[in-house]
T-cell receptor, first 116, second 110 residues
């Protein structure tokens, strides 16, 4: 009964491929996020999404797109993968959007993406 | 440009002693600060937070101090326990995003 679950845990793929990472939360939260932890260990916001608004970090290439089939899911699609996309991607959720409240984020366990 | 900095990548403390983890920030618009704890192969978990209008918040063995004039916050763990060994991330909020530091790896030795 993991609160925020991501699949797969590991993903190894070749340059140029298209891949998706799935995320589901069973906390009843309204807002979900994707964060990227790069090789320098920085955790950086990629997207914030609730049913009202999608906010995109302007530094994120448009090869990355979030897709939310319902409130409990926010999947990450990546097109034309590049070597520099190798990182750990964390999904997170909160009861209210961070811009509305101080609700802490609940993170998934991460997906380690390796692009060869 | 990192707005949240944790300049100590690692810290080793003996069990029972105090652990002090430090964090500096540059953006005066940050209005809320949080500490997260992360074990290997897991996501960060929320530990404790503090609003910019306060200078101290305490929760059991964990206390966070905020010095706004110095743009500095610290997390104190007393007494430290071996189970506290993890990576600790400082985070600061302004607008829609949390800005994270690089983390400090704490090792508590028996």
């Amino acid at each position: 009964d993991t609160a925020v679950s991501q699949t797969p845990k590991y993903l190894v793929t070749q340059m140029g491929n298209d891949k998706s990472i799935k995320c589901e939360q069973n906390l009843g939260h309204d807002t979900m996020y994707w964060y990227k932890q790069d090789s320098k260990k920085f955790l950086k916001i990629m997207f914030s999404y609730n049913n009202k608004e999608l906010i995109i970090n302007e530094t994120v290439p448009n090869r990355f797109s979030p897709k939310s089939p319902d409130k409990a899911h926010l999947n990450l699609h990546i097109n034309s993968l590049e070597l520099g996309d190798s990182a750990v991607y964390f999904c997170a959720s909160s009861s209210l959007a961070t811009w509305e409240s101080h609700s802490p984020l609940h993170f998934g366990n991460g997906t380690r993406l390796t692009v060869t | 440009d990192q707005q949240v900095k944790q300049n100590s990548p690692s810290l080793s403390v003996q069990e029972g002693r105090i652990s002090i983890l430090n964090c500096d920030y540059t953006n005066s618009m940050f209005d809320y600060f949080l500490w997260y704890k992360k074990y290997p192969a897991e996501g960060p978990t929320f530990l404790i937070s503090i609003s910019s209008i306060k200078d101290k918040n305490e929760d059991g063995r964990f206390t966070v101090f905020l010095n706004k004039s110095a743009k500095h916050l610290s997390l104190h763990i007393v007494p430290s326990q071996p189970g506290d060994s993890a990576v600790y991330f400082c985070a600061a909020k302004a607008g829609y995003a949390l800005n994270f530091g690089k983390g400090t790896s704490l090792l508590v030795t028996p």
